[in-house]
Structure formats: structure tokens, C-alpha cells
């Protein structure tokens, strides 16, 4: 008789494992009237569901009111809610290295930042360690901010323009003109050329005379 009693309560734990909310709370809450006199801490031990739960349930059975669930309160709050003060400092650190689109076709700001060396950077400024967000964490941080890691990229060589050529072309024009005028003299300077003078032509002494 005892192992039909166990097999029943088997079968009532894989029921309420397959509702949720509300719903499981109204069918723990008849079980616990029906087989536990009502008594939640009962039900607890019995079927190991939370008496808490149970004992909410029941009212919501007697009353025929609905509790309604804060699901936004549970879980973990974010290290940046915990501790406004990080908050700050990371923006701190952050923003003065950050830019807005050039496009303005977002509210993002990029930074030329890693997670990892926002990291150090609060380290540096005297937070102990276990109070830093490690590196994963502090990028869902900079990415909950609006930050976007960007690398500045490296100045890239001008293109050659229209005018290229017909620059070029009169340049050679007043070449030529030059040459064939018998009374102006041509120089060609190299402006890359460095020539010593002075006391650094030879350590200690001076240009040479002649």
C-alpha cells in the first residue's frame, strides 16, 4: 500500500513540474487542502515543493485572486546597478576616448578601448580586484552603455586627383621654357637631402674651410 502512496506522489510532482506560475501554484495548493490538511510546511515535506508557494497558492485558491508575478525583480542585478559609482567611472574613462557616428545614423559612441583595458584603467585608479567586472562582463557593460569598440584605423595614402596630370603637364611646360631660355639657370634641389653643418660635421669640430 505504502509503494501505490509513493507511486500517487510520483505522479503529482511530474504534474506540477509541468505547469508553471500560477497555474502550479492553484494545483499545489488543492493537493496541500486535499492530502496535507492544508498545512503548507506538510506539502513541503511531502512533495519538497516550496511552503512559501504552497501557502500563496492556497490564497489565491480561497480568494480567487490572482498574485502576479514580478519576474523583472529575480535574478542577478547588473554590476553597473549594484554600484552607480562604476557606472560612472567607466564612463569617465570611456567617453573621453569615444566619438559619435559620423554618420549620426545611431546614438552609438565607439571607442578605440578594449573591455580589457577599461579594466586595468579601474584597477589603476585604486579598485581592488574582486570589484572589477571581469573581461566578458565589463563588454556586456560597455555594450549595455551604448559603447562600441572600434579600432581608429591608420591614415591611408591620398589618391591621385584630376588635377594630377595637368599639374604635371605645366610643370614640364615651364621646364622646358626654362631650358631653352639661355639666360635663366636651372637648379635641382633634393629638399630630402639632410647635409651636417657646423659643429656636427665631425664630433667637436667645425665645417671645413675650402
Given at each position: 500500500?505504502?509503494?501505490?502512496?509513493?507511486?500517487?506522489?510520483?505522479?503529482?510532482?511530474?504534474?506540477?513540474?509541468?505547469?508553471?506560475?500560477?497555474?502550479?501554484?492553484?494545483?499545489?495548493?488543492?493537493?496541500?487542502?486535499?492530502?496535507?490538511?492544508?498545512?503548507?510546511?506538510?506539502?513541503?515535506?511531502?512533495?519538497?515543493?516550496?511552503?512559501?508557494?504552497?501557502?500563496?497558492?492556497?490564497?489565491?485558491?480561497?480568494?480567487?485572486?490572482?498574485?502576479?508575478?514580478?519576474?523583472?525583480?529575480?535574478?542577478?542585478?547588473?554590476?553597473?546597478?549594484?554600484?552607480?559609482?562604476?557606472?560612472?567611472?567607466?564612463?569617465?574613462?570611456?567617453?573621453?576616448?569615444?566619438?559619435?557616428?559620423?554618420?549620426?545614423?545611431?546614438?552609438?559612441?565607439?571607442?578605440?578601448?578594449?573591455?580589457?583595458?577599461?579594466?586595468?584603467?579601474?584597477?589603476?585608479?585604486?579598485?581592488?580586484?574582486?570589484?572589477?567586472?571581469?573581461?566578458?562582463?565589463?563588454?556586456?557593460?560597455?555594450?549595455?552603455?551604448?559603447?562600441?569598440?572600434?579600432?581608429?584605423?591608420?591614415?591611408?595614402?591620398?589618391?591621385?586627383?584630376?588635377?594630377?596630370?595637368?599639374?604635371?603637364?605645366?610643370?614640364?611646360?615651364?621646364?622646358?621654357?626654362?631650358?631653352?631660355?639661355?639666360?635663366?639657370?636651372?637648379?635641382?634641389?633634393?629638399?630630402?637631402?639632410?647635409?651636417?653643418?657646423?659643429d656636427y660635421v665631425q664630433p667637436g669640430g667645425k665645417m671645413p674651410n675650402g
Amino acid at each position: 500500500m505504502n509503494h501505490v502512496g509513493e507511486s500517487y506522489d510520483q505522479l503529482l510532482l511530474v504534474g506540477a513540474r509541468r505547469l508553471k506560475g500560477y497555474d502550479r501554484r492553484l494545483f499545489q495548493a488543492e493537493i496541500c487542502l486535499k492530502l496535507c490538511d492544508g498545512n503548507p510546511r506538510r506539502a513541503e515535506r511531502r512533495f519538497g515543493w516550496g511552503r512559501d508557494n504552497v501557502a500563496l497558492g492556497i490564497h489565491e485558491f480561497q480568494s480567487g485572486i490572482r498574485c502576479l508575478e514580478n519576474f523583472a525583480a529575480k535574478g542577478r542585478r547588473r554590476a553597473e546597478d549594484r554600484n552607480p559609482q562604476l557606472a560612472q567611472d567607466i564612463r569617465d574613462i570611456v567617453g573621453p576616448r569615444s566619438y559619435t557616428d559620423p554618420e549620426l545614423k545611431s546614438s552609438r559612441r565607439y571607442s578605440n578601448l578594449s573591455a580589457e583595458e577599461v579594466c586595468e584603467e579601474l584597477l589603476a585608479r585604486g579598485y581592488q580586484k574582486q570589484d572589477v567586472p571581469s573581461v566578458r562582463s565589463m563588454r556586456d557593460i560597455l555594450n549595455r552603455m551604448n559603447f562600441r569598440l572600434k579600432r581608429i584605423q591608420k591614415g591611408k595614402p591620398l589618391r591621385k586627383t584630376k588635377d594630377t596630370e595637368p599639374v604635371f603637364a605645366n610643370l614640364q611646360a615651364v621646364r622646358a621654357e626654362a631650358r631653352a631660355d639661355p639666360h635663366t639657370l636651372e637648379i635641382s634641389m633634393d629638399t630630402k637631402a639632410k647635409v651636417k653643418m657646423g659643429d656636427y660635421v665631425q664630433p667637436g669640430g667645425k665645417m671645413p674651410n675650402g
